[in-house]
């Protein structure tokens, strides 16, 4: 799987990435009441722009990423200067308050997790095959704490089962993040030129605060 995203990396088919930060991140994030300094983990992340957006907005970010030419492609949208280490198998590559973690999501384990309070996945879930899909609502809640807020963003479409991006209705993702979150349905666009059209959860870490 890996492979596969890495050759698209490579040979630039990156559909999916957004030259600006995501609108619906600019209109939800705030109502979902993040204290600032708050760390925000970005599963698949991508070189994503909206991780720039949550900086900028005081937290600091956690992103993952297997390909990394994505993470490559990121730190050099800035000029500022970039430190780099290794740990429990990742490089890890800081830029200011973003930190871009190299490897596997599946991988990341509670102990690297320990300071992350809220989460932002735009396009994870459509990544993924759907077996993996539960492995990673089930994997997302062993990494933040009851309590965490996060926002969710995803796709559904009428091409069937193929993917990537696969088709997430509304129905999969309440399956697969009742059991450890709460969720709450937050808005669905309209319909793009191919038939795609996204979807806008909060989501909220069940389980008891310490
Ligand atoms: C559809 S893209 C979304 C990227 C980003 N969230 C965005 O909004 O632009 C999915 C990304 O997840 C990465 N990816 C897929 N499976 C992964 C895994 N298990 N661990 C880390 N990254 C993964 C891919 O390389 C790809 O960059």
Redo the contacts with the bound molecule.
């Keep these: 799987?890996?492979d596969q995203?890495?050759k698209?990396?490579q040979e630039g088919r990156?559909g999916?990435?957004?030259q600006q930060a995501?609108p619906a991140l600019l209109r939800h994030w705030k109502s979902l009441g993040v204290a600032n300094r708050t760390k925000v983990l970005?599963?698949?992340?991508?070189?994503?722009l909206?991780m720039r957006w949550l900086a900028d907005e005081g937290h600091p970010v956690l992103g993952?990423?297997?390909?990394p030419e994505?993470i490559e492609q990121f730190l050099l949208q800035r000029s500022t200067s970039v430190s780099r280490y290794r740990q429990a198998g990742f490089t890890i590559s800081r830029q200011g308050s973003v930190e871009l973690w190299c490897?596997?999501?599946?991988h990341l384990h509670i102990q690297q997790a320990a300071e992350i309070g809220a989460f932002y996945?735009?396009?994870?879930l459509?990544?993924?095959p759907p077996p993996t899909r539960q492995r990673y609502a089930f994997h997302l809640a062993q990494l933040v704490p009851p309590g965490a807020k996060g926002l969710l963003i995803s796709l559904s479409h009428t091409d069937g089962s193929a993917g990537?991006?696969y088709s997430v209705p509304a129905g999969e993702i309440e399956s697969l993040f009742t059991p450890n979150f709460t969720l709450t349905f937050l808005e669905e666009g309209s319909p793009d030129e191919r038939g795609r059209t996204e979807s806008v959860w909060a989501l909220e870490r069940r389980g008891p605060r310490l």
């Design positions: 799987m890996s995203w890495r698209r990396w990156i999916f990435h957004l995501h970005v599963p698949l992340c991508g070189k994503s909206d993952i990423e297997f390909a994505a490897g596997d999501f599946f996945d735009r396009a994870s459509i990544a993924l990537p991006p």
